[in-house]
């Protein structure tokens, strides 16, 4: 068995000041740990309220992102059965939510993880981006992930002004790359995840011409209503309202940047009737397109 000195560990535990708070994300603890076989886990010297007993359990009052990059071992939490994770899995850790977890004596692993709270993980969790009942994720790219938990420990090192907000930072790109490799898994099958990239590339091409989405979804061999679903949970939007924001994007670059009418502009953004995209573009900006342009083109509208 390797002594409790073979452990190779850093972490810490952060102050928190108003302006983190202010910020909207704040990190209360950062760190990583090399568990060989056979070693005790978790290795000491942690403030009491995140030590804790494999075999008891405990709850934390902030967030925490696990991530294991090599070895294997297992995750339980209330609600959610014991099962095994390994190099490449994410697990989340909710306030509140006992848990437990640990590396097999067999193969130890190595750990990274980021505590964190604030008004925009509350959110984020309010909103069910992100679930206790689903508390575990396989990940896709793990050279991402790896090097943003590197960036992280190389932030805390260098201990740079408004650290704080840096690490917030790099702590929403881990959280918005989790949820991207959430909705991939959510897709994949239903129907291929290429047929939506596919479709996407196809619009933003087609944003000055018609385009049937239903025709679309049979060129990518797909069921529309399956599409449909699919495409909806990927992006956010419906197919048929996908391709209107991209038509209101071209639409808002030819009001500020040429002097097409506003005809003109509707035929070259996909809309065969003028009125209806005067009316559309009223909806979404809040005024007629004419309107628009001239307060634009003042510099008015950010």
Avoid: C
Wanted: glycine share 6%.
């Amino acid at each position: 068995m390797e002594s409790a000195k073979s452990i190779k560990t850093t972490y810490r535990y952060f102050p928190v000041a108003k302006r983190d708070r202010d910020w909207g994300l704040y990190n209360t603890t950062v760190g990583a740990s090399q568990i060989g076989p056979n070693t005790p886990y978790p290795p000491s010297g942690h403030p009491r309220q995140y030590s804790f007993d494999p075999a008891v359990g405990r709850s934390l009052s902030d967030h925490q992102i696990i991530y294991i990059s090599g070895g294997s071992g297992w995750f339980k939490a209330a609600g959610v059965p014991k099962q095994e994770v390994g190099s490449g899995y994410i697990f989340l850790l909710f306030p509140g939510v006992r848990h437990s977890y640990a590396p097999s004596p067999a193969t130890g692993w190595n750990e990274h993880w980021v505590g964190f709270n604030g008004d925009l993980a509350e959110r984020l969790m309010r909103r069910r981006f992100f679930k206790p009942s689903q508390p575990v994720f396989r990940i896709n790219d793990e050279e991402k992930y790896l090097t943003l938990f590197n960036d992280i420990i190389e932030t805390t090192h260098t201990n740079r002004p408004a650290s704080q907000q840096i690490l917030a930072a790099i702590t929403t790109h881990i959280l918005a790359l989790i949820y991207s490799d959430l909705q991939s898994s959510h897709t994949q099958d239903e129907p291929d995840l290429k047929a939506i990239q596919g479709a996407i590339v196809r619009m933003r091409e087609s944003a000055e011409t018609s385009l049937n989405i239903p025709d679309l979804a049979r060129e990518f061999n797909v069921n529309y209503r399956s599409f449909r679903r699919a495409f909806t949970r990927h992006t956010g939007f419906s197919p048929h309202n996908y391709l209107l924001e991209i038509r209101l994007a071209r639409a808002r670059t030819l009001l500020l940047h040429s002097a097409l009418s506003i005809k003109e502009i509707a035929a070259r953004t996909g809309f065969e009737d003028s009125q209806y995209f005067s009316r559309f573009f009223h909806k979404k900006a809040g005024m007629p397109p004419g309107v628009w342009r001239m307060h634009a083109k003042k510099g008015n509208i950010h």
